[in-house]
Nanobody, 123 residues
Framework: QVQLVESGGGLVQAGGSLRLACAAS????????MGWFRQAPGMEREFVAA????????YYADTVKGRFTISKDNAKNTVYLQMNSLKPEDTAVYYC????????????????WGQGTQVTVSS
């Protein structure tokens, strides 16, 4: 099993920045990539970004490309999501997750999920 704990959420004004972190523990060798998803009230969970664990290939949703950056620290088993130029529409609960597959933008391909961290962007 893999345990994931997110941190770094909070309240920020539009145009501001936040950095989320996701610390993984357990069978961390068993997954191929980690991703960030978000879910706003009444909305489907949507893909934000993903990174492959060994090669470090990056994938982004069009809605965050150029504003968000995903990165990792293999030694700490931690993935980060740097979020800049935040907009009110970025308000959501952000989740990190792991996958052994290659369908990075599909939530159903992810095996383990964190508990989520709230990000609220005020206008």
């Amino acid at each position: 099993q893999v345990q994931l704990v997110e941190s770094g959420g909070g309240l920020v004004q539009a145009g501001g920045s936040l950095r989320l972190a996701c610390a993984a523990s357990g069978r961390t060798f068993s997954f191929y990539a980690m991703g960030w998803f978000r879910q706003a009230p009444g909305m489907e969970r949507e893909f934000v970004a993903a990174i492959t664990w060994s090669g470090g290939r990056l994938y982004y949703a069009d809605t965050v490309k150029g504003r968000f950056t995903i990165s990792k620290d293999n030694a700490k088993n931690t993935v980060y999501l740097q979020m800049n130029s935040l907009k009110p529409e970025d308000t959501a609960v952000y989740y990190c997750a792991t996958t052994r597959g290659s369908r990075y933008s599909t939530a159903s391909s992810y095996d383990y999920w964190g508990q989520g961290t709230q990000v609220t962007v005020s206008s």
